[in-house]
C-alpha cells in the first residue's frame, strides 16, 4: 500500500472510532478537521512557508 492509502485507511478508522465515541457525526467531523486546522495555525510564519514549500516539491515530482 501506498503511503497515501494509508494515510486515507488510518484517516476513515480515526472517523469511524470519534463516531462511535461522540455520537455525533458533526462532533467527529469537527474534531478530524478542527485539530489539524489548529496545529497550522500555531506554526509561526518561517514554519508555515517551509511546509508549503516542502509541499509544493513534493506535487511537482
Not at 17 to 32: E, G, N, R
Amino acid at each position: 500500500m501506498t503511503n497515501r492509502a494509508k494515510l486515507a485507511v488510518g484517516g476513515v478508522a480515526v472517523g469511524l472510532i470519534l463516531w462511535i465515541v461522540t455520537q455525533s457525526l458533526l462532533v467527529a467531523l469537527l474534531i478530524m478537521i478542527g485539530v489539524p486546522a489548529l496545529a497550522y495555525l500555531a506554526l509561526d510564519s518561517r514554519q508555515r512557508g517551509r511546509l508549503r514549500r516542502v509541499t509544493r516539491r513534493q506535487l511537482d515530482r
